[in-house]
């Protein structure tokens, strides 16, 4: 059964900084990853999508990368703001109908 | 270009009643997945539908049913409600032919009483 941890379940840090958002699962065998960012009491945004066979993908100060064999992704926000602050969360497909999601990390950036 | 749109965006109900919620899909998409997200949590797997039937299912009582209209969208019914269907309820669509990700409604949020 895949099951998907995120670590730290909550961060607060100062504007400016970078910043780490850590993603574990159980299963190693998958196809993608997908990290997505959730504001309060609304729907997911898909910020970034790895495919199995790519170690990394970036969007702008947005850098996500895939170990498979260790079974953890990172999300990495450079020079953070404090429009980023949400709850960002991080999924694996099984087979092709669910994701399977972590709870998120809920970051706030300070101004 | 609309994407996933869901009615309604807010609902209150009391412990008992039933519940319907609609959801329709991003243009070309032809497959649906419902998801519920408890405060604090992630989004759980309800079902999917393609082709008007259920595709697969997670751990949900019966209580959850759907359904697919020929036009793709699709409806969630609960039943019985319990204070514990309290969540966001999202709705998410993908085209099974372009094997791509989901894309995610804005959800309606339920509230028991």
């Known amino acids: 059964k895949q099951e998907v941890t995120q670590i730290p379940a909550a961060l607060s840090v100062p504007e400016g900084e970078n910043l780490v958002l850590n993603c574990s699962f159980t299963d190693s065998a998958i196809y993608n990853l997908q990290w997505f960012r959730q504001d309060p009491g609304k729907g997911l945004t898909s910020l970034l999508l790895?495919?199995?066979?790519?170690r990394e993908q970036t969007s702008g100060r947005l850098n996500a990368s895939l170990d498979k064999s260790s079974g953890r992704s990172t999300l990495y926000i450079a020079a953070s703001q404090p429009g980023d602050s949400a709850t960002y969360l991080c999924a694996v497909p099984v087979g092709s109908e669910k994701l399977v999601f972590g709870k998120g990390t809920k970051l706030t950036v300070n101004p | 270009d609309a994407g996933v749109t869901q009615s309604p965006t807010h609902l209150i109900k009391t412990r008992g009643q039933q519940v319907t919620l609609r959801c329709s899909p991003k243009?070309?998409?032809?497959?649906v997945s419902w998801y519920q997200q408890a405060l604090g949590q992630g989004p759980q797997f309800i079902f999917q539908y393609y082709e008007e039937e259920e595709r697969q299912r997670g751990n949900f009582p019966d209580r959850f049913s759907g359904h697919q209209f020929p036009n793709y969208s699709s409806e969630l019914n609960v039943n019985a409600l319990l204070l514990g269907d309290s969540a966001l309820y999202l709705c998410?669509?993908?085209?099974?032919?372009?094997?791509?990700?989901?894309?995610f409604g804005p959800g309606t949020r339920l509230l028991v009483l």
């Open positions: 790895i495919q199995s066979s790519q």
């Open positions: 998410a669509s993908s085209s099974a032919r372009a094997g791509e990700t989901q894309y």
């Open positions: 243009s070309g998409h032809d497959t």
